[in-house]
């Protein structure tokens, strides 16, 4: 292990908490976001960890080189200071472009969005929704950078969904609270059983999952709900990511072919 040094006692205090980066020497590209006090950053220097960055910094050491350690920003309020300019700085930089495994703590709540997300999540309009419809929470995978084909990928597959499923004639994408889009539900299959640019398939395929196929709204329906809240369709406390919207409890098909 190359010899990093220590913070002394008296340094760490002035330098408190903070945000570090490590570069990658080959091509001067930060890789992983941190942060912490006193040697914190040094966490990451043993490269027999079996995480994504100890497998750059292994292949960083087989060209010769070390990674850089850099302090972003330092002497920060505190801990929760740190946490938020972690976020911001990871979700700058992308969390696909970084060994880190997760965004930053808070940063659904105070990262990185887009100007109208923004707008829409803390003006709260509600939606007055009058089709049938499945609204499905997407919080564990939402980005604001997702393409439109991950956004219908993570929302439509793969849930723990019975008979009702079949009279929702639309699908609401929600993160936040807020509806990010709305589908037209054109079937339902087992999971895992469509093509799906996010998911393995057979992770998802269990017995009581389900998924659906279909298209974007049209326009006019998707005017009318996008952006737009309906967080009070979910109870508190719920973990529960699905809630119905003028949907009967029990499907008619089950009912005329009983």
Known sequence: MPNFPRIPTAAARKLGYYVYVYVNPLDDKIFYVGKGKGSRALAHVDAKQKKAVARIIKSIRAAGKEPAIDILAAALADEETAFRVEAAVIDALRLEHLANRVRGWGSRRFGRLPWADAVAQHTRKAANIRERAILIRISDEYRYSM??????DVTRSAWKLGPRREEADYAFAVFEGVVREVYLITGW?????????????????????????????????????????????????????????????QSRRAVSSA
């Open 189 to 249: 299959h087992k999971g895992g059983t469509t093509f799906n640019t996010r998911f393995n398939g057979r992770k998802y395929g269990r017995a009581g999952r389900w998924e659906f196929v279909g298209t974007l709204a049209d326009d006019s329906i998707r005017r009318r709900y996008l952006n737009r809240y309906v967080g009070e369709r979910f109870k508190p406390g719920s973990q529960n990511p699905i809630s119905y919207v003028n949907v009967p409890h």
């Open 147 to 152: 393409t439109p084909a991950e956004l219908y």
